[in-house]
């Protein structure tokens, strides 16, 4: 999912939503003060999303940067802006790929934005996207960019799974062991507990709490019913299938994926 956002005084625009998506923003007037009398207007100038799809399904050999790039790439030819306005790329993902940690950054220049445009990765679970996109307008409001690309992604086909924390040592050290005689004696300190890997916590690791405790709480501190909330749930499916019957979700960009 991907936005652009511009501040730009007699511009309009509007935007979509979710998936792999962006969004793009500028600015008219570009100010470096941390004051100032103007007002900016900042604007969502458009936006994509790749398809939301069941994980282990057809984007399951893909890596999460992938549909970022694509999104990335999308966006660009769907409003036709050049690349070199764009200052700044934010991007908002949960479950990180070790190998793309800065996923912004990776996808960015996968999709042939310049090395010299900074880019960073926020996370803030759910909403992680659109702190990106609330970042992004931080800073052009700031007066630091005119232009922003926000997006977030998320991937659950393959999510890190590491080895235990005694595995990991044990491996470090491996690594450190200069003799085979040192390589043996670690070896043989390996357990069988040591293979049990360690998964990624749906739990908050703070509180130990999962949304679904935190929904639970605060449906009881507002007197929420399970029926309002099952007709509320109802509604916002219902809503949403009427809403794509009429044709509304043209920010959705197909992707081609090779099974």
Known sequence: MFFLIKNKFLLKGGFPKYGSTIKYLKTNNKLYATKSNVTKNIVFIDGV???????GTSYKNLMAYDLARHSLVALQ????????IVE??????VIQEVKTSNIAREAA????????????????????S??????????????????????GVEFLSDIP?????H?????LQANKAKTIGEKLTLFTNIRAAHFVPDLPA?????????????????????????????????????LAAKAQQQGYFTDIVPYKSNK
């Open 161 to 165: 799974i590491r080895h235990s924390k």
């Open 49 to 55: 999303r790749t398809p939301f799809l069941h994980s």
């Open 88 to 93: 700044y790329i934010v991007y908002g993902t």
């Open 202 to 238: 749906v739990a908050e690791f703070s509180s130990n709490e999962t949304m679904g405790h935190s929904s639970d709480r605060l449906a009881a501190a507002f007197g929420i019913s399970r029926k309002e909330q099952d007709e509320y749930a109802l509604r916002s499916h219902t």
């Open 77 to 84: 030819k769907k409003i036709k802006f050049p690349k070199e």
């Open 109 to 128: 220049l996968a999709a042939g934005y310049s090395d010299r445009i900074p880019a960073h990765t926020v996370t803030m679970a759910c909403i992680s």
């Open 167 to 171: 595995m990991r040592a044990l491996m």
């Open 130 to 151: 659109n702190q990106a996109l609330t970042t992004g307008m931080g800073l052009i409001a700031c007066g630091v960019y005119d232009v922003i690309i926000a997006g």
